[in-house]
């Protein structure tokens, strides 16, 4: 069965760092577009970051030059590397991934979500 299992969010005071990962497993044909979106209490999810196949990025404009998107292709992960972090960064993460795999034995191109990771910027 294909997953997305994300790991590394956590409490971290303004200003610190955290690093986001996101593992995709099963029987995996091909992996296009990653990405990274968030959803704070009361609002919408939104986009954070996204990396093409040829590792072309995109970032939202409120974490540009704090954020930096990474993707290991051997390894399935996608990461996602936050510095100089604020209260406003708070929110659940997502990971997301344009994947073809096959689920239930047939092959499908779909979007795949991760479970989220709690990320908190708090004092």
């Known amino acids: 069965q294909v997953q997305l299992v994300e790991s590394g969010g956590g409490l971290v005071q303004p200003g610190g760092s955290l690093r986001l990962s996101c593992a995709a497993s099963?029987?995996?044909?091909?992996?296009?577009?990653m990405g990274w979106y968030r959803q704070a209490p009361g609002k919408q999810r939104e986009l954070v970051a996204t990396?093409?196949?040829?590792?072309?990025?995109n970032y939202a404009d409120s974490v540009k030059g704090r954020f930096t998107i990474s993707r290991d292709n051997a390894k399935n992960t996608v990461y996602l590397q936050m510095n100089s972090l604020k209260p406003e960064d708070t929110a659940v993460y997502y990971c997301n991934v344009d994947m073809a795999a096959y689920d239930n034995k047939s092959l499908m191109r779909r979007d795949y979500w991760g479970q989220g990771t709690q990320v908190t910027v708090s004092s």
């Open positions: 990396i093409t196949g040829s590792s072309s990025t």
């Open positions: 099963g029987r995996i044909f091909g992996i296009y577009a």
